[in-house]
């Protein structure tokens, strides 16, 4: 399984950061799909997750400024975050959760994305 | 929100060395930890899961144990490629929470 993220590396403040994690190798079916991001010289941060039932959880510290959504026919899962600041800036990682237990594996190499005028 | 609190931060060792980091969390999270490897412009890779279960292809010098709300990573015999950033994760509840990290040096 191999997962992908793509989208644009820079956005402008107060716009819509949107991203999409193509998946190969398997189907999204069955597992929950995650988006997580890390500042550069920092720590990793949940951002949520979505369930190919389209049922989604986020991080409250996001409050109503992300969003989720899934593509069963393209094999795709997004990431819509709304209102940036130039705090948003980091690396973008999507990752299947999985297993009895909740892990994530695997993860895909990430994206930066640079918020900036 | 469950805290996870990482330690320490950074630490120094030499190649050989047995590590340990510890994770403790801000209440029970009944064996819901993961540890994560993370190399400098990589993803984070899966280590152990449910505290104390070794991924797939990772070297058994590197353990798990602990229960409840404490947890621990061991290093047994450090290798020169051992050299990166740990993360511990608990997946009891959302929303996910990730510690802040032990960056591992050469002492």
């Known amino acids: 399984v191999q997962l992908q993220e793509s989208g644009p590396g820079l956005v402008r403040p107060s716009e819509t950061l949107s991203l999409t994690c193509s998946v190969s190798?398997?189907?999204?079916?069955?597992?929950?799909w995650s988006w997580i991001r890390q500042p550069a010289g920092k720590g990793l941060e949940w951002l949520g997750r979505v369930y190919v039932n389209v049922t989604t959880n986020y991080n409250p510290s996001l409050k109503s400024r992300v969003s989720m959504s899934i593509d069963t026919s393209r094999n795709q899962f997004s990431l819509r975050l709304k209102s940036v600041t130039a705090a948003d800036t980091a690396v973008y990682f999507c990752a299947r959760e999985t297993g009895i237990s909740r892990w994530f594996d695997p993860w895909g190499q990430g994206i930066v994305v640079t918020v900036s005028s | 929100d469950i805290q996870m609190t990482q330690s320490p931060s950074s630490l120094s060792a030499s190649v050989g060395d047995r590590v340990t980091i510890t994770c403790r969390a801000s209440?029970?999270?009944?064996?819901?930890l993961n540890w994560y490897q993370q190399k400098p412009g990589k993803a984070p890779e899966l280590l152990i899961f449910?505290?104390?279960s070794l991924q797939d292809g990772i070297p058994s010098r590197f353990s798990g144990s602990g229960s409840g709300t404490d947890y621990t990573l061991t290093i047994s015999g450090l290798q020169a490629g051992d050299f990166a950033s740990y993360y511990c994760q608990q997946t009891y509840s959302v929303p996910r929470t990730f510690g802040g990290g032990t960056k591992v040096e050469i002492k």
């Open positions: 190798g398997d189907s999204l079916s069955g597992y929950w």
């Open positions: 449910a505290a104390s």
């Open positions: 209440q029970n999270i009944n064996s819901y």
